[in-house]
């Protein structure tokens, strides 16, 4: 599983304080933990190293209460079906600072996982430079702690690899 987020703006956090969650905890074997910060192109590299299953711990906007938490199956877009300026738009920034884009990428350099879940959690405020997560957020990690303890445990029923 990889956390994912910029801790400087506040609930963008949200993922690194997961996973650092989850590190102090015992984890099955084959499940590794990673914390990619914004260089979602870490997380590309990890992939690369060969999983079953995908793990990306975020703040995501869905326009729900701040604090929810969700798992997502994430729509991976298929950069080979586009046209090149769209591929090229897309790609430009290699830093691919959204899961979304490493996934993207992942999936078009072929090493994207068969199973791919973001669990998120509604954020309340990422727009001004903080460090530390609003307390409805904060309140939210041990939430996602056991989403993503719950989805490792369902992988792992049926023995895959977990980054």
């Known amino acids: 599983m990889a956390g994912v987020g910029n801790v400087l703006q506040g609930d963008d956090g949200f993922g690194v304080e997961v996973v650092r969650a989850l590190m102090t905890r015992p984890q099955p074997d084959g499940v ?4 990619t910060g914004i260089g979602g192109i870490a997380l590309v590299q990890d992939l690369m190293l060969g999983y079953d299953a995908c793990i990306v711990v975020d703040a995501v906007d869905r326009n729900r209460p701040p604090g929810t938490v969700m798992v997502i199956e994430p729509d991976i877009i298929d950069v080979h079906a586009l046209r090149p300026e769209q591929r090229h738009d897309l790609l430009a920034d290699m830093h691919l600072a959204t899961p979304s884009r490493a996934l993207m990428v992942a999936r078009a ?7 791919s879940w973001i669990v998120g959690c509604q954020p309340e405020e990422i727009e001004t430079l903080h460090i530390g997560l609003s307390a409805t957020v904060q309140a939210a990690v041990p939430v996602a702690v056991a989403e993503v ?3 490792v445990a369902e992988l792992r029923s049926g023995s895959a690899s977990v980054v």
């Open 32 to 35: 590794d933990i990673t914390e």
């Open 109 to 115: 350099l072929g090493v994207l996982p068969a199973r």
């Open 149 to 151: 303890e719950r989805c």
